[in-house]
Structure formats: structure tokens, C-alpha cells
T-cell receptor, first 113, second 113 residues
Framework: EAGVVQSPRYKIIEKKQPVAFWCNPI?????LYWYLQNLGQGPELLIR????????DSQLPKDRFSAERLKGVDSTLKIQPAELGDSAVYLC???????????FGPGTRLLVL | GENVEQHPSTLSVQEGDSAVIKCTYS??????FPWYKQELGKRPQLIID?????GEKKDQRIAVTLNKTAKHFSLHITETQPEDSAVYFC????????????FGKGTKLSVKP
């Protein structure tokens, strides 16, 4: 079984530029999560999707962050414009209806200069 | 909201010794407690989890204990090996399946050969 796939693995951009991250969850997993992980910290939830519906986006900074999961499978997280403080690892995870376990992707390491 | 405290932030042990990491949570409704291991630059990987209807769970050298009354749970690693060196995160999930994970800040475990 393939795991959660994310791309790109690394991204370096200048501040004020846009950036997008892509996630493909484990096949059959209806729930998809985007997390932010700052250096030396645990992951923090940004948004949770159940199928194509965003059921919890309370922690997503909506002035600059957006996300979509149009067909209930792949998802894209976008930042526009990026700020220096957005430098972090963006993790995607997925889970199935049958269990609580969340499986993480390798993350995208973003550096904003 | 849910809050998870994790201690210690760093832990250094000699190979073969035991390591214990402790976490407390604030919401008595939490019912699922996973532990993740994250090696440098890699994805968090689930190593063991426990549900609120169980007090202890063991998997080879790893065990987790849960005290619902005191709202704390612990990870125990016996006979530590250098490859156990990593950052370990505890987490708590509110509600049934597919809830939101709240992570502790992590414990950096170093096992010295």
C-alpha cells in the first residue's frame, strides 16, 4: 500500500511570492489533514477535510492561506503571499472511517527568504 | 480546548537502559492517545496507540500506560538501542474516529552506544 504522497519535498521562495503544496492521501482514506510543524514543535492542525468538505478550518489563517480538495482525493494548500514566518514543514495526513490512526506524508519543507 | 503537555523535552540514556516519556491532557473526553516517532527530516510514524478503555498496551520493547483519572499517559521504551534516537510526540484526540489530534511539543531522545 502506498503511503501519503506530498510534493514538492522542498521549496524556497522569496517573501510575498505564492506557493502551493500538493498531497495525495492513502487510497480509500476519506479524511485528509494539513498540519504545520515549526522547528522543535509538534504538528498543529491547519485544516481537516472529510471527503471534499472542510469540516474544521478554524486554525487556517484565511487571509493568506487557502486549501481545496475538489474531488475528495488529492488536496492542495496554498499560501499567497508568503511571509518569513511561514517557513516551516507542511505535513499532510490521512485516515479512514474505520480507525483513528492518522498516517503522515513526508512533508514539504518551506523556506521563505 | 484540548492541551497536551509533554515531558521531558530532551532525554539522554545509555544503550540498554529504559526511557520514559510522560504526557498529560486537559480534556477528560479524549479517548485516543497515539505516540509518533519522528526521525530528523522524516515523517512522523505511529509506533503505538492506546484507547481510553485500556490501561496498558505493549508491543515488544514499547509500552504505553494510561491513567484516565489523572489524565496522563506515558511511553516506556525498554532495552533502548541507538536506532531509537529520534523525537517522540504524544497526542490526544477528542471524540471518536477522525477527530483532531493535539500534539505535545515532543521529546528528543538520544541513546548513547
Amino acid at each position: 500500500e502506498a503511503g501519503v504522497v506530498q510534493s514538492p519535498r522542498y521549496k524556497i521562495i522569496e517573501k510575498k511570492q505564492p506557493v502551493a503544496f500538493w498531497c495525495n492521501p492513502i487510497s480509500g482514506h476519506n479524511t485528509l489533514y494539513w498540519y504545520l510543524q515549526n522547528l522543535g514543535q509538534g504538528p498543529e492542525l491547519l485544516i481537516r477535510y472529510e471527503n471534499e468538505e472542510a469540516v474544521d478550518d478554524s486554525q487556517l489563517p484565511k487571509d493568506r492561506f487557502s486549501a481545496e480538495r475538489l474531488k475528495g482525493v488529492d488536496s492542495t494548500l496554498k499560501i499567497q503571499p508568503a511571509e518569513l514566518g511561514d517557513s516551516a514543514v507542511y505535513l499532510c495526513a490521512s485516515s479512514s472511517r474505520q480507525e483513528e490512526t492518522q498516517y503522515f506524508g513526508p512533508g514539504t519543507r518551506l523556506l521563505v527568504l | 480546548g484540548e492541551n497536551v503537555e509533554q515531558h521531558p523535552s530532551t532525554l539522554s540514556v545509555q544503550e540498554g537502559d529504559s526511557a520514559v516519556i510522560k504526557c498529560t491532557y486537559s480534556d477528560s473526553a479524549s479517548n485516543y492517545f497515539p505516540w509518533y516517532k519522528q526521525e530528523l527530516g522524516k515523517r512522523p510514524q505511529l509506533i503505538i496507540d492506546i484507547r481510553s478503555n485500556v490501561g496498558e498496551k505493549k508491543d515488544q520493547r514499547i509500552a504505553v500506560t494510561l491513567n484516565k483519572t489523572a489524565k496522563h499517559f506515558s511511553l516506556h521504551i525498554t532495552e533502548t538501542q541507538p536506532e531509537d534516537s529520534a523525537v517522540y510526540f504524544c497526542a490526544a484526540i477528542l471524540g471518536g474516529s477522525q477527530g483532531n489530534l493535539i500534539f505535545g511539543k515532543g521529546t528528543k531522545l538520544s541513546v548513547k552506544p
